[in-house]
């Protein structure tokens, strides 16, 4: 599985889990807890509303009040959305490079 259908995936999972922790879905999609870690990341800087609870019953969750409308895109056109946005930050002079 590429990691950009493993990304919305991923996204499509959040929506129906209360509270999770990184192995489980780690488990779940047979990747190990760092690379699960970096989706996480990935999500959070596109603006998906992650929390983090630490402690013995801790985990994620999605935040609830900020929680994102249902994705209304075939799968087809998400993987486009996806991929136009992954490619576009390649490009060094991008006018959409907004680091600089």
């Known amino acids: 599985m590429s990691r950009t259908v493993r990304l ?6 959040l929506q129906t889990l209360r509270q999770f922790t990184v192995q489980a879905l780690a488990d779940e999609f047979g990747v190990s807890r760092r690379t699960m870690l970096r989706d996480l990341q990935s999500l959070s800087e596109l603006g998906v509303p992650l929390a983090a609870t630490s402690g013995p019953h801790g985990g994620y969750r999605l935040i ?25 930050q390649q490009y060094a002079d991008s006018p959409f490079d907004f680091d600089k």
């Open 8 to 13: 919305l995936e991923l996204l499509v999972r």
């Open 64 to 88: 609830r009040e900020q929680q994102l409308p249902p994705l209304m895109l075939t799968a087809d056109e998400a993987i486009a959305l996806v991929v136009s946005y992954e490619s576009l």
